[in-house]
């Protein structure tokens, strides 16, 4: 069910628009700029004037006339150079309410055309500590997962693991050069792992030999040989399991644990297809399709190197090939950093001349870098790149700070407040990522995130547990909730920023960006606020009112608590702070 008056009154000035024989891209409404006068405003005028050199006002007034007396219309009026104002009746909004608050979709509706779609996001690679850059991809991509879902799309999520390229090899190179051979591989956890990779790189660095066993190893490998794929497949599971806890405690989950290793069957048949279609072509030893069209040239895309071996760009089209031939996928969206951009484009490209995807919508989401308060890429106070665990239990500690100890409050132990911790540290990590529009980057601030007040997750999480206390109190006082009244602007303005959420959420999954569902989330906790300042649910003076408040009440945790969700981060019941507030 779609509860929208947005959507209601688009679809309302559509057909008027037909009826008075005027372009219907101009027939929608937005919420109005000046709310004290009215609800919601139409500025389609404005631009049909220009298409039909006529006076904006007039067409306006033409269009007014025929909302005049439309059902829920409280009042239509022209202002301006030509700014149809649409008010309300409040019977309208308070039936809408009561609707919404009977939906178990809280009035948001579902997308008409479902679709097959593959998330390609985390992207962390083997053996590599996992740090702050590779929590934008899993947050967002997490976050756009829950979106789609619930817009009702069918989604695959893959995390695509980085597993098949020259890093293994120089790890497999590092490993034998100090153990003589990989007789101890299997004993070794991620830690060492993590150790042979960063000397490893040292070593490749300063040494063109070692660079070259590396390349060696690597091919090897690739070739299939099975001593080195034995040690490699311990290296990539205890990866796997590492990746997967940091995963889990910032709640990010996927479906597929495909790796650049499980795309490797079908390089083979890419480079045959490129082969067949007479786009491949040798350029120093190695095998190529060159993408020069159009005016802006692209370097091209290396299908297999001089040395045998294939690239990111081929196992990223194998991948392709596979996603749309195995999942059938109609849409597969990368989230990565705009470091990329230039590979995906050369990718998308090579797949169109491979026609692998016909049809498919390819489409790469980049977003900007975690900074520092000095603007440069996130560190720690050393200076080294900034982990994943060390960046949560900073978070954890802070939230700590607001907390009581175990022991303090009734019923709450060690593990209860510790649970709490995690939710709320993790609330603060991923609100304070969420809640910037994904292409730009974002400064991780150190001392405001985990606040309980002003733009945090935890402020949201926080207004979420308020409202549960209010519904406690009015339970043991016998109130109920009941039918929405209107009786003062305070309600009035909450229960229009309520029939919102539909679009919200809309807009979100078609713009693919949760900071609008964020900056939604944080408005109506706002104006909740404000209602709450003024509206008094025990003390409404009557009992239809206090019923009707505790309504609305409840529709904002709820609406609330599904934003949350969207977002990827969990709504405790209680926040063991002082939630009693107020009433
Ligand atoms: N492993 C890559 C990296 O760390 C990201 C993978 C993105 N996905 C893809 N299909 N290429 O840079």
Same mark, same amino acid.
């Given at each position: 069910m779609n509860l929208s008056f947005e959507t209601e009154l688009n679809n309302l000035l559509e057909s008027i628009f037909q009826k008075l024989n005027l372009e219907t891209k101009y027939a929608n409404v937005k919420a109005s700029d000046r709310p004290d006068?009215?609800?919601?405003?139409?500025?389609?005028?404005?631009?049909?004037?220009?298409?039909?050199?006529?006076?904006?006002?007039?067409?306006?007034?033409?269009?007014?006339?025929?909302?005049?007396?439309?059902? $829920?219309?409280?009042?239509?009026?022209?202002?301006?150079?030509?700014?149809?104002?649409?008010?309300?009746?409040?019977? @309208?909004?308070?039936?809408?309410?009561d609707k919404i608050s009977a939906d178990a979709r809280l009035g948001c509706g579902l997308v008409d055309d479902p679709h097959r779609e593959v998330l390609d996001y985390g992207g962390p690679n083997v @053996?590599?500590?996992?740090?702050?850059?590779?929590?934008?991809?899993?947050?967002?991509?997490?976050?756009?997962?829950?979106?789609? #879902?619930?817009?009702?799309?069918?989604?695959t999520s893959d995390v695509h693991l980085g597993d098949w390229g020259t890093p293994m090899g120089m790890i497999l190179a590092e490993i034998i050069c100090c153990d003589g051979n990989l007789d101890k591989v299997e004993?070794?956890?991620?830690?060492?792992?993590?150790?042979?990779?960063?000397?490893?790189?040292?070593?490749?660095?300063?040494?063109?030999?070692? #660079?070259?066993?590396?390349?060696?190893?690597?091919?090897?490998?690739?070739?299939?040989?099975?001593?080195?794929?034995?040690?490699?497949?311990?290296?990539?599971?205890?990866?796997?399991?590492?990746?997967?806890?940091?995963?889990?405690?910032?709640?990010?989950h996927f479906d597929l644990w495909w790796g650049e290793s499980d795309a490797h069957q079908t390089c083979g048949e890419i480079v045959a297809l490129a082969r067949r279609l007479g786009i491949a072509q040798l350029d120093e030893g190695a095998e190529i399709i060159r993408l020069e069209e159009g005016n802006?040239?692209?370097?091209?895309?290396?299908?297999?190197?001089?040395?045998?071996?294939?690239?990111?760009?081929?196992?990223?089209?194998?991948?392709?090939?596979? #996603?749309?031939?195995?999942?059938?996928?109609?849409?597969?969206?990368?989230?990565?950093?705009?470091?990329?951009?230039?590979?995906?484009?050369?990718?998308?490209?090579?797949?169109?001349?491979?026609?692998?995807?016909?049809?498919?919508?390819?489409?790469?989401?980049?977003?900007?870098?975690?900074?520092?308060?000095?603007?440069?890429?996130?560190?720690?106070?050393?200076?080294?790149?900034?982990?994943?665990?060390?960046?949560?239990?900073?978070?954890?500690?802070?939230?700590?700070?607001?907390?009581?100890?175990? $022991?303090?409050?009734? $019923?709450?132990?060690?593990?209860?407040?510790?649970?709490?911790?995690?939710?709320? @540290?993790?609330?603060?990590?991923?609100?304070?990522?969420?809640?910037?529009?994904?292409?730009?980057?974002?400064?991780?601030?150190?001392?405001?995130?985990?606040?309980?007040?002003?733009k945090t997750g935890p402020y949201i999480q926080y207004a979420v547990a308020r409202i549960n206390s209010i519904l406690r109190k009015a339970k043991a006082a016998n109130v109920c909730e009941g039918n929405v009244m209107l009786s003062m602007p305070e309600e009035r303005v909450l229960a229009l920023k309520l029939a919102q959420v539909h679009n919200v959420v809309m807009r979100a999954h078609s713009e693919k960006e949760p900071s609008i569902i964020a900056d939604y989330a944080y408005t109506l906790a706002q104006v909740f606020s404000s209602f709450y300042n003024v509206c008094s649910i025990m003390n409404a003076g009557s009992e239809i009112l206090a019923s009707s408040r505790l309504r609305l009440a409840r529709l904002v945790r709820d609406v609330l608590i599904l934003m949350l969700y969207l977002l990827g981060i969990e709504a405790p019941e209680v926040m063991l702070k002082a939630e009693n507030k107020g009433e």
């Open positions: 006068l009215s609800d919601f405003q139409c500025n389609g005028a404005l631009a049909l004037a220009k298409t039909l050199h006529k006076n904006p006002r007039e067409i306006a007034a033409m269009i007014a006339e025929n909302l005049q007396n439309c059902a $829920g219309i409280d009042s239509v009026s022209v202002d301006g150079p030509g700014f149809i104002n649409i008010k309300l009746t409040n019977q @309208a909004i308070a039936e809408n309410m @053996a590599k500590e996992m740090h702050v850059g590779h929590l934008r991809s899993g947050v967002i991509g997490e976050a756009i997962q829950r979106i789609e #879902r619930f817009v009702g799309n069918e989604v004993s070794y956890n991620i830690a060492q792992i993590t150790e042979f990779y960063k000397k490893a790189n040292i070593r490749c660095k300063e040494d063109e030999k070692a #660079r070259e066993t590396a390349r060696k190893i690597t091919a090897a490998l690739q070739d299939g040989d099975p001593v080195l794929r034995k040690a490699w497949e311990h290296l990539r599971s205890e990866s796997v399991k590492a990746v997967e806890e940091n995963y889990q405690k910032l709640d990010v802006k040239p692209k370097p091209p895309v290396i299908l297999v190197k001089s040395d045998g071996g294939y690239t990111y760009h081929t196992t990223d089209l194998a991948t392709i090939k596979m #996603r749309v031939d195995q999942l059938n996928a109609q849409e597969i969206v990368y989230f990565t950093d705009n470091r990329q951009s230039l590979h995906f484009e050369q990718v998308f490209e090579g797949a169109e001349k491979l026609k692998i995807a016909p049809h498919v919508k390819l489409q790469h989401i980049v977003f900007g870098t975690v900074n520092g308060a000095d603007g440069k890429p996130f560190k720690t106070r050393d200076g080294g790149v900034m982990n994943l665990e060390t960046l949560i239990e900073i978070s954890k500690e802070k939230v700590r700070q607001s907390l009581p100890k175990a $022991g303090e409050v009734e $019923g709450y132990g060690a593990a209860e407040i510790e649970k709490l911790v995690e939710q709320i @540290a993790v609330a603060a990590i991923k609100f304070q990522d969420l809640k910037n529009t994904i292409a730009s980057g974002y400064v991780f601030e150190l001392e405001d995130f985990a606040k309980f007040e002003g």
